[in-house]
């Protein structure tokens, strides 16, 4: 069973085309990371499937339904939250302000206990409420970005480069976040430039090259592959 298909995935910038034929699954309650060098398509991946850009041709089902042209605020109503490369919060409104706009398509009882959920994830979050969210550090800011995308109670979790820019302190801390999220039943789609560490934490992962994926498996098997050990993880293969 896959939340998640993509089949024959084509979509770019105007008449540049970035994505050709791509294809991959992703499973309920696992992370699934995407790799890659910079310009490979991963991050015109994501917004493809979260609606920011309209693909070109090939289908993206999530839960059975096609939802390859639907708007991007129709995909977050269906259950896909994206946290983009750079985090994109507010920065002149409060924290609080900020996760209250991760719920803006909810319309439930139960958006301030999740707010509050949020926060007691991230502690620092509530000792700084009322602060503006331009003046939390990097790591407190993707801290934001990550709750924010959770008080809309998504099915799936699209994170773009959520170590980018951050300490290895604050790495390790994200990505033990992740495997949290995982183990609560959480579905995950990460790209991630730390290779290394994508695919230590990933159940499948897919490698991509020049817009098309080259390579898949399990993250421990594509650890031991020499291909990515070479090419991604700075090591020469035996």
Known sequence: MTMLTVEGLRAGYGKVEVLHDVGLEVAPGRIVALIGA???????????????IRPVAGTIAFEGRDIARRPAHKIVALGISHVPEGRAILRRMSVVENLRMGAYVRSDSEVENDIAAAMARFPVLAERRHQPAGTLSGGEQ???????????????????????????????GIFHTLRQLRDEGKTILLVEQNARQALQVADHAYVMERGRIVLAGTGASLLDTPEVQRTYLGRRAA
Not at 38 to 52: C, M
Not at 148 to 153: G, I, M, P
């Open 38 to 52: 910079n310009g490979a398509g991963k991050t015109t991946l994501l917004k493809t499937i979260s609606g920011l």
């Open 142 to 172: 993707q801290m934001l970005a990550i709750a924010r995308a959770l008080v809309a109670r998504p099915r799936l979790l699209l994170m773009d480069e959520p170590s980018l820019g951050l300490a290895p302190k604050l790495v390790t």
